[in-house]
C-alpha cells in the first residue's frame, strides 16, 4: 500500500495599490493605529456606495496575465454573504460565476539542480476587497473583542490552483514561485509578515492499495497559512496525519466530507476548526451598487506593455544567455527582481555572466546580509562592479586584488557620498599597485635599463651564477608593482640569453 | 397671509427675486409644522434652530449682493432615508434610533449648494417598506385631507408635509412608488426621476437597482426646481449616469407640440376603481384638447411587474440590510451571549414586521436552489417590461394612466393584509422595474373628496419631457390650488 499526496493552493495576495478596492482610504499597514484608515464606504455605513479602484483592476489583469490566464472581457461583481463581525456590510463585494480571469498555468521547478519543471493549472484568479480584523482578548481575563477596520476594502486577488501539487515541497514551492512573480510585477509587495500574502492548503491523499484499487482520504483545507514554512510543515503534518488517520480508520472521502483545519505553529500540528464542512450558503448575487466591467483589446494590450519580464522566463534565460548554472540562476532569481537586474547589468558590463553571478551571489549577497541591506541600497552600483570584474577578466588585476578593492571600495564608502565611482577603483589600484602590467613595452623599458644600471649582476649572471637574476628582478618589479613576477623573470632571462 | 398659502413655485419664484426673505419664508413654515404636525405626524425630527439659521445665512448672502442658488431659500422637508451629517437618520427604524451619520447625502450636498433650507426628517415605512406609514416605528402619519386615512408610502411624512403645507417642497424615494403613490393620495405633485439621474449616494438603501431620489411640491415648477438642483452626476455612485442635467425649469412652461400620448390598457384593467378611472380619463381628454395625440399602447408584461418586483427588491434588501448587525452601529442587543444570539437578537429586537418579511423573501428568493426559478428568473420578467416600454416609447412620448388604483385608504385597512398593501403599488411599480422616469400630478378628486392621481411615464432621461407635459395639464385645471381643510 502506498500514497501520493494531492495538494491544491487558494492563494490570497493583496495588491499595492494606495488606496482601497471600492474607497479612497489608505491601504497603508497600520495595525497600531486602528480604524483611522476608514470612510463610510468600508466601514458599510448607510448609504455609502462602492466605486471600484481602477487601479485595483489593473493590477489584478497584470497578475492573471502573469499566471498565464485568459482574461475575460466582461466581468462582475457579486456579492457573497455572511455575518462576520470583520465584515461590516454583511457581504464581501467578490467574484463568482464570471471571474476576471481563469484557466492559467505556473512553471514549477522540481529539481533545482536541472532546473526541471512541470506546470501547475491554475483554475481562476478573482479580485475581492479584504476583511477587517478581528482583535480578541488573549490575556485570557475575557476581555471585548475588538474589530479593526483599516484593513477593510483591501484589494485582495485570489488565486486557486487545480491540486495539481504533489508534496509539501511543492506546495512552499508553488508559494514561493508565487512570491516571486507577483513582487517581480510590483503588483504586490507579499509581505507575510503583513498579511500581503496568505494561503489555504486543500490536501488528501490517493492511496493504491495492495490489490491495485485506488482511494481517495477525505478533503481537508487548512486555512489562513502565513509563511513558506507553515505552509510547507502543515501540508507535511497533514499528509502524515491523514495517512495514519487512514491506516487506522479506512475512512474515505465518501464517508467524510471535506473539513477545515488549522495549523498551530508552536506545536506544529494541524488541529479542527470545523468538522463538517457545512453547505455554506453564501446566496452570491451580482451587487446592483456596481457595473459590470468590459476590457477592451486595447487596454489589454496596455497592461500587457507594462508587464516585466516573469522569473521563471528570466531563469532560463541567464541559464542561456549567461551560461549560468540552474542553481546560480535561481538563487540570483529568488532573491527578486531588483537583485536579477542588477546581476544583469553587472554581467552585461564586465562581460563575463559566470565571474558576475559569482560576485553578485557570493560578494555582494554576504555584504548584504553583513549590513542587512538592500541591493537597492547596495552602495556599489552594477557599472562600478562591473568595471572591476572585467579589470579581472581582462588580467589587469587578480581577484584577489579584486576583493581587496572591493572592500575598501565598501569601507571608503562608509564616510562618503556619492556612492563609490569608478575612478576610485583606480584610486586605490593606482594606491596601492596592485595593477597587472600587461603593458610589455613598459616592462620591456624597464628591464632594458635595469639591465644597464647592473652589469654586475648581469656579469654574475652570464658567469652562471643563477641567482643573480633575483636582484635583477627585484629591481624590475620595484618599478612595477603590479607586474606579474614570472613574466618578468622571463623576459630577463630571454633577454640575457641575447633574446 | 401666510407664505405657505402660496403655490411651492409662486414662493420658489419671489425668494429667488428676493421679494420675500428666506428668513420669513421658514419661519412661516415652521409655524405651520408647530400648528399642523401634531395633527399629521409627518416630520420625526425638525431643527428649527438650524433651519433658521440656514435662512439666515441665505439672507445675509443676498443683502451682501452675493449670488445665490437655485433653491434660493426654499425650505425643503427631507425622508428620513437620507443622511444629513451630524441629524439623526433612522430610515424609520428603530435599528437605526440613535444614529447620526458623519457625512451629507448627495442630494442633501446639492441642496446645501443650491441655498435650500433644510426643514427637518419626514417619517416614513420603516427602511422605505410599505405604502402607509404603518410601518414606520416611530409614528403613524395622517392625510392631511382626511386625519382618518393614509397619506400612502413609504415617502408618507414628505407627501403629508406637502400637502399640509408644512413644507413646500421635499425630497422622497421611490423604489416601487414611494414618491408617486403618496403625491397620488395626497393631491400634490411627485417625481421619480430616471434610475441613475439622482446619485443615491447617502441614501439608504432598500433595493439598491430599484431606488431612486425624487422631490414632492404642491406644483410642477418647484418639482423641477427641486430635480434640478438634485440631479446629476456623482462619481461616487457607480450607477450615476454622467449626462448633463437640462435646465427644467426655463423650459417648463413651453408646451409641449404634437405631443403623442399613449394608454396602457392594462392600466385600466379589473381593479381600478370607477371614479379614479373617470378622473384619469378626464385627464386624458385635456391632454387630447390642448391637440395631444392619444393612441392605445400595450405593456403586456406589466401584469407581472408586482410578482417581479417582490422578488428582485427584497432579494436586495435582504443583502442590503445585512450591514445592521449591532456590531458597528445601530441597536444592539443588552442580551446575548454568542455572537449568533448576538445578531439574531439585534436584528430580532430592531427590525419590524414588515422589514423581517422582506428579509426572509429575498434571503429565500437568493438561496442556492431556488436562485434560478426565483431571482434570475425575475431579473427575465424584468428585462421584458422594460422592452415594453421601449417599443411602447417608441410610438408615444408619454403614457399616461392612474398612480393607484383607489384613493386613500383608511389607517389600519390592510396592515394586517400585505398583498392587499402590495397591490396599491400596481400601477407605479413597472417604471422602477424598467428604469424610467414617472410623475403623479392632482387631476381630481372622488366625491368624498380624496385626491386622485395621474400618472405620466417617459422614456428614460426624458424628465423635461415629463415636467413639460404635467405642466401642459397643470396650467388647464386648477387641482393644485385646492389645499385640505386642516392647512
Given at each position: 500500500m502506498h500514497y501520493q499526496p494531492i495538494i491544491g493552493l487558494e492563494v490570497h495576495v493583496q495588491l499595492q495599490t494606495q488606496t482601497k478596492i471600492f474607497c479612497g482610504c489608505s491601504t497603508?499597514?497600520?495595525?497600531?493605529?486602528?480604524?483611522?484608515?476608514?470612510?463610510?464606504?468600508?466601514?458599510?455605513?448607510?448609504?455609502?456606495?462602492?466605486?471600484?479602484?481602477?487601479?485595483?483592476?489593473?493590477?489584478?489583469?497584470?497578475?492573471?496575465?502573469?499566471?498565464?490566464?485568459?482574461?475575460?472581457?466582461?466581468?462582475?461583481?457579486?456579492?457573497?454573504?455572511?455575518?462576520?463581525?470583520?465584515?461590516?456590510?454583511?457581504?464581501?463585494?467578490?467574484?463568482?460565476?464570471?471571474p476576471f480571469s481563469f484557466d492559467g498555468q505556473v512553471e514549477l521547478i522540481t529539481n533545482a539542480e536541472t532546473g526541471e519543471s512541470r506546470p501547475i493549472r491554475i483554475i481562476r484568479a478573482h479580485l475581492e476587497e479584504d476583511a477587517g480584523k478581528n482583535v480578541h482578548?488573549?490575556?485570557?481575563?475575557?476581555?471585548?473583542?475588538?474589530?479593526?477596520?483599516?484593513?477593510a476594502g483591501t484589494p485582495l486577488v485570489e488565486i486557486v490552483s487545480h491540486p495539481d501539487l504533489r508534496s509539501a515541497a511543492e506546495a512552499r514551492q508553488m508559494l514561493e514561485e508565487l512570491h516571486a512573480l507577483l513582487t517581480y510585477l510590483e503588483v504586490s509587495d507579499c509581505n507575510m509578515q503583513e498579511g500581503s500574502l496568505r494561503c489555504d492548503a486543500n490536501v488528501n491523499l490517493h492511496i493504491t492499495k495492495d490489490d491495485g484499487t485506488v482511494v481517495a482520504t477525505p478533503i481537508v483545507e487548512i486555512k489562513n497559512l502565513n509563511s513558506f514554512r507553515f505552509t510547507e510543515q502543515a501540508v507535511e503534518y497533514e499528509i502524515a496525519r491523514q495517512w495514519k488517520a487512514f491506516q487506522e480508520t479506512g475512512k474515505t472521502i465518501k464517508d467524510a466530507p471535506k473539513s477545515t483545519r488549522g495549523f498551530d505553529p508552536d506545536r506544529g500540528v494541524t488541529t479542527i476548526m470545523r468538522e463538517k464542512e457545512e453547505a455554506a450558503d453564501y446566496r452570491y448575487f451580482p451587487d446592483p451598487d456596481l457595473v459590470p466591467v468590459t476590457v477592451t483589446d486595447e487596454q489589454l494590450a496596455a497592461i500587457r506593455s507594462e508587464m516585466c519580464e516573469a522569473p521563471a522566463v528570466m531563469r532560463k534565460r541567464f541559464q542561456?544567455?549567461?551560461?549560468?548554472?540552474?542553481?546560480?540562476?535561481?538563487?540570483?532569481?529568488?532573491?527578486?527582481?531588483?537583485?536579477?537586474?542588477?546581476?544583469?547589468?553587472?554581467?552585461k558590463l564586465c562581460g563575463d555572466g559566470k565571474q558576475a553571478a559569482n560576485w553578485v551571489t557570493q560578494d555582494v549577497l554576504r555584504v548584504m546580509k553583513e549590513r542587512k541591506e538592500t541591493i537597492a541600497n547596495f552602495p556599489l552600483r552594477p557599472e562600478v562592479?562591473?568595471?572591476?570584474?572585467?579589470?579581472?577578466t581582462q588580467?589587469?588585476?587578480?581577484?584577489?586584488?579584486?576583493?581587496?578593492?572591493?572592500?575598501?571600495?565598501?569601507?571608503?564608502?562608509?564616510?562618503?557620498?556619492?556612492?563609490?565611482s569608478m575612478a576610485q577603483i583606480d584610486e586605490i589600484v593606482a594606491a596601492k599597485g596592485l595593477a597587472i602590467v600587461q603593458d610589455d613595452g613598459a616592462m620591456e623599458t624597464a628591464?632594458?635599463?635595469?639591465?644597464?644600471?647592473?652589469?654586475?649582476?648581469?656579469?654574475?649572471?652570464?658567469?652562471?651564477?643563477?641567482?643573480?637574476?633575483?636582484?635583477?628582478?627585484?629591481?624590475?618589479?620595484?618599478?612595477?608593482?603590479?607586474?606579474?613576477?614570472?613574466?618578468?623573470?622571463?623576459?630577463?632571462?630571454?633577454?640575457?640569453?641575447?633574446? | 397671509?401666510?407664505?405657505?398659502?402660496?403655490?411651492?413655485?409662486?414662493?420658489?419664484?419671489?425668494?429667488?427675486?428676493?421679494?420675500?426673505?428666506?428668513?420669513?419664508?421658514?419661519?412661516?413654515?415652521?409655524?405651520?409644522?408647530?400648528?399642523?404636525?401634531?395633527?399629521v405626524a409627518a416630520f420625526l425630527h425638525v431643527d428649527r434652530d438650524t433651519a433658521l439659521a440656514q435662512a439666515t445665512n441665505l439672507d445675509a448672502k443676498r443683502s451682501r449682493g452675493e449670488p445665490v442658488g437655485l433653491m434660493a431659500g426654499l425650505p425643503v422637508a427631507i425622508k428620513d432615508v437620507l443622511c444629513i451629517k451630524g441629524e439623526p437618520t433612522t430610515c424609520g427604524s428603530k435599528m437605526l434610533q440613535n444614529f447620526r451619520p458623519p457625512y451629507d447625502a448627495h442630494v442633501i450636498e446639492k441642496l446645501r449648494a443650491a441655498d435650500a433650507v433644510l426643514l427637518g426628517h419626514t417619517n416614513m415605512d420603516e427602511f422605505a417598506m410599505g405604502s402607509s406609514s404603518e410601518n414606520s416605528a416611530y409614528q403613524v402619519t395622517h392625510n392631511p385631507w382626511d386625519l382618518s386615512r393614509t397619506?400612502?408610502?413609504?415617502?408618507?411624512?414628505?407627501?403629508?408635509?406637502?400637502?399640509?403645507?408644512?413644507?413646500?417642497?421635499?425630497?422622497?424615494?421611490?423604489?416601487?412608488?414611494?414618491?408617486?403613490?403618496?403625491?397620488?393620495?395626497?393631491?400634490?405633485?411627485?417625481?421619480?426621476?430616471?434610475?441613475g439621474r439622482v446619485s443615491r449616494y447617502g441614501l439608504i438603501a432598500y433595493a439598491s437597482s430599484l431606488d431612486q431620489v425624487g422631490p414632492f411640491s404642491t406644483d410642477v415648477t418647484a418639482a423641477a426646481a427641486l430635480l434640478e438642483a438634485i440631479a446629476g452626476h456623482d462619481p461616487r455612485d457607480s450607477t450615476s449616469v454622467n449626462q448633463p442635467v437640462p435646465s427644467y425649469t426655463s423650459t417648463l412652461d413651453q408646451p409641449l407640440q404634437g405631443l403623442k400620448i399613449g394608454v396602457a390598457k392594462e392600466f385600466f384593467a379589473e381593479g381600478l376603481d370607477a371614479e379614479i378611472e373617470q378622473a384619469v380619463r378626464t385627464a386624458i381628454d385635456v391632454y387630447r384638447g390642448l391637440g395631444a395625440d392619444v393612441r392605445e399602447v400595450s405593456l403586456p408584461h406589466s401584469k407581472y411587474s408586482i410578482a417581479t418586483y417582490y422578488l428582485i427588491a427584497p432579494s436586495e434588501a435582504s443583502s442590503n440590510l445585512s450591514r445592521y448587525d449591532g456590531v458597528h452601529y445601530g441597536h444592539r442587543t443588552e442580551s446575548a451571549t454568542s455572537l449568533n444570539e448576538m445578531y439574531a437578537a439585534s436584528r430580532g429586537e430592531a427590525f419590524g414586521p414588515e422589514v423581517k418579511r422582506r428579509i426572509m423573501l429575498g434571503t429565500y428568493a437568493l438561496s442556492s436552489g431556488y436562485y434560478d426559478q426565483y431571482y434570475v428568473k425575475a431579473l427575465r420578467v424584468r428585462r421584458l417590461i422594460r422592452e415594453d416600454f421601449d417599443k411602447a416609447f417608441a410610438d408615444v412620448d408619454i403614457i399616461a394612466g392612474p398612480v393607484t388604483p383607489t384613493a386613500a385608504f383608511k389607517i389600519g385597512e390592510k396592515s394586517d393584509n400585505p398583498l392587499g398593501m402590495y397591490l396599491a403599488d400596481v400601477y407605479t411599480i413597472s417604471a422602477n422595474l424598467a428604469g424610467i422616469p414617472g410623475i403623479s400630478v392632482p387631476c381630481g378628486f372622488t366625491p368624498a373628496g380624496l385626491p386622485i392621481g395621474l400618472q405620466l411615464l417617459a422614456a428614460p432621461f426624458q424628465e423635461e419631457r415629463l415636467l413639460r407635459a404635467a405642466r401642459m395639464y397643470e396650467r388647464e385645471t386648477d387641482w393644485v390650488t385646492r389645499k385640505p381643510a386642516l392647512a
Open positions: 497603508a499597514f497600520n495595525p497600531d493605529q486602528p480604524n483611522v484608515q476608514t470612510c463610510p464606504v468600508c466601514l458599510g455605513l448607510p448609504g455609502a456606495l462602492p466605486v471600484l479602484n481602477g487601479t485595483a483592476l489593473r493590477l489584478a489583469i497584470k497578475t492573471a496575465m502573469a499566471l498565464n490566464c485568459q482574461i475575460a472581457k466582461f466581468t462582475k461583481w457579486d456579492r457573497k454573504q455572511y455575518f462576520y463581525p470583520d465584515l461590516p456590510k454583511g457581504y464581501q463585494i467578490s467574484q463568482y460565476d464570471l482578548d488573549e490575556t485570557g481575563r475575557g476581555r471585548d473583542s475588538m474589530v479593526d477596520l483599516n484593513r542561456s544567455e549567461y551560461q549560468l548554472s540552474a542553481y546560480d540562476a535561481s538563487v540570483i532569481i529568488d532573491q527578486g527582481r531588483l537583485l536579477a537586474e542588477y546581476f544583469e547589468a553587472t554581467a562592479l562591473g568595471s572591476l570584474i572585467a579589470r579581472v588580467k589587469q588585476l587578480t581577484i584577489k586584488s579584486a576583493r581587496e578593492v572591493f572592500a575598501d571600495l565598501l569601507t571608503a564608502e562608509e564616510d562618503q557620498t556619492p556612492a563609490p628591464i632594458a635599463a635595469v639591465i644597464d644600471k647592473n652589469p654586475k649582476a648581469v656579469a654574475d649572471f652570464q658567469a652562471g651564477k643563477q641567482a643573480a637574476v633575483g636582484a635583477l628582478i627585484g629591481q624590475v618589479m620595484k618599478q612595477l608593482k603590479g607586474a606579474d613576477a614570472q613574466a618578468v623573470r622571463e623576459k630577463i632571462l630571454t633577454k640575457l640569453s641575447g633574446g | 397671509m401666510s407664505l405657505c398659502d402660496l403655490s411651492a413655485g409662486t414662493l420658489w419664484r419671489k425668494l429667488q427675486s428676493g421679494e420675500v426673505t428666506a428668513v420669513a419664508a421658514t419661519t412661516d413654515y415652521l409655524n405651520a409644522i408647530t400648528q399642523f404636525d401634531g395633527q397619506p400612502g408610502g413609504s415617502s408618507s411624512g414628505s407627501a403629508a408635509a406637502v400637502a399640509a403645507r408644512m413644507a413646500p417642497v421635499s425630497l422622497g424615494s421611490d423604489t416601487g412608488g414611494s414618491i408617486r403613490q403618496p403625491a397620488g393620495l395626497c393631491g400634490i405633485v411627485g417625481m421619480k426621476p430616471t434610475y
